[in-house]
């Protein structure tokens, strides 16, 4: 079965075609500045790119464009659109229903709609790609894949805030956590590398990109994870702080005269790396200007190490244990200077990496940077999300 992925974003829509019987990518592209002025990138392996300025005023303009070139003569992969058996949607929050990937019929998308105030950035758009896949691909099975339904099983002394219990029972307010398709695939990735079942393994995973979380999973079960009601929470990341002292909030509110949404929008994209290092959300420069001393540069690099040790002690403990230790996503998969500062010094767990196995990781390969006589694994694993929603909206659509 052919398998299209779609993840859409506020002005974006990110499109792979996938062919289930042998895992291709047969194409994959990017539409972007929807509703400003608009461009599609439109790739497939081995072959030229087609990039396009053109004007997509709306989610339903980019998807029948998107819809045009996968079956043009000159660009196409496929005959007839009808030789997709199925989409799969990346939805970032599945709220309390979504405990697994699910069909998505007129009700899904009347809940997806009660909890856009709790998912208020992310929501509207992927309602957006659901609804244009929807009017054109009328026969086609849609299947939501939520970001959140990876936590749906970690226990609610761990989700629930220390708060007045009426903010839970009534606005909804608990951790979700999020990046839980890309947890739940590096997880089950780590599994197949050490030729272990799931149940067998406590794995800790360190999703660490532009958004970064970190998720303890036990015996194939996350059972507690860094990001919470918002992907706010948790370690610094390029442009949001993560966790700090929630009083800090009021204060600078005060202090600065800020609005909630100019507060907002300070934790949101003007903090974590970019905010301590003055000089890039991007960690490929602030660890340049690290390793050149830059004091601000050096104390964001280690802000980041430091947080993900806390976390990954912190999972240890709550798992009572640990096997493997996972580093993916954008700095996760290619920073050998943050993984080596993680790593340092938690001999005491049985962590310890191989310096040379660490630095010679070929791009987007999984590898094992465990030293010899380290008792946990540390594996590099790159993540794919996509794959992971082809494969859920596949399993589904044969159940049916
Ligand atoms: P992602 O959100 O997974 O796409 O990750 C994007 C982030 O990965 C970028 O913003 C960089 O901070 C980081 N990154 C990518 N390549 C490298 C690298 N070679 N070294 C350090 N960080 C990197």
């Known amino acids: ?209 532009n958004g970064s979380s970190i998720t303890a999973v036990d015996k194939g079960i996350a059972i507690d994870t860094s990001m919470g009601f918002t992907p706010q929470e948790g370690i610094p990341m390029g442009t949001r702080s993560g966790s700090i002292d929630p009083s800090v909030i009021p204060y600078i509110m005060k202090a600065k005269n800020l609005s909630a949404d100019e507060v907002e929008d300070l934790i949101n994209r003007k903090s974590g790396l970019l905010g301590v290092s003055g000089i890039s959300s991007d960690s490929r420069y602030v660890e340049e200007a690290a390793l050149k001393g830059d004091y601000r540069a050096q104390l964001a690099v280690k802000m980041l190490a430091n947080s993900i040790k806390k976390y990954i002690g912190s999972y240890i403990a709550e798992m009572n244990g640990i096997d493997a230790l996972v580093f993916t996503a954008g700095i996760g998969e290619n920073s050998d200077m943050l993984r080596k500062m993680v790593c340092s010094e938690l001999d005491f767990f049985g962590i310890k990496i191989d310096e040379d196995k660490n630095k010679s990781i070929p791009r987007g390969s999984a590898a094992d940077i465990s030293d010899e006589c380290a008792r946990v694994k540390t594996l590099v694993i790159p993540t794919d999300e996509e794959y992971m929603i082809a494969l859920d909206t596949l399993n589904l659509c044969k159940e049916q």
Do not use: W
Not at 51 to 74: I, N, R
């Open 1 to 209: 079965m052919k398998i299209l992925v779609i993840n859409a974003g506020s002005s974006s829509l990110k499109y792979q075609l996938f062919n289930m019987t042998n895992g291709e990518v047969l194409a994959k592209g990017l539409c972007e500045r929807i509703g400003i002025d608009g461009a599609i990138t439109h790739k497939r392996p081995g072959k030229e790119n087609f990039e396009k300025e053109v004007a997509l005023p709306t989610h339903d303009e980019a998807l029948s464009l998107v819809l045009e070139l996968l079956v043009s003569a000159e660009y196409g992969v496929v005959a007839s659109i009808d030789e997709i058996g199925a989409v799969g949607h990346r939805i970032a929050h599945g709220g309390e229903k979504y405990g697994c990937s699910s069909l998505i019929d007129d009700e899904a998308v009347a809940y997806l709609e009660t909890i856009i105030p709790i998912n208020p950035l992310h929501g509207p758009p992927a309602i957006k790609g659901i609804k244009a896949c929807r009017r054109l691909m009328k026969n086609i099975p849609q299947v939501g894949v939520f970001d959140t339904s990876f936590y749906s099983q970690i226990e609610d002394f761990r989700t629930i805030y220390p708060l007045p219990y009426e903010l839970y029972s009534e606005n909804k307010i608990r951790r979700y956590g999020f990046h839980g398709t890309s947890h739940r695939y590096v997880s089950a990735k780590a599994a197949e590398m050490l030729n272990k079942e799931p149940s067998e393994l406590k794995i800790i995973t360190c999703h660490l990109g």
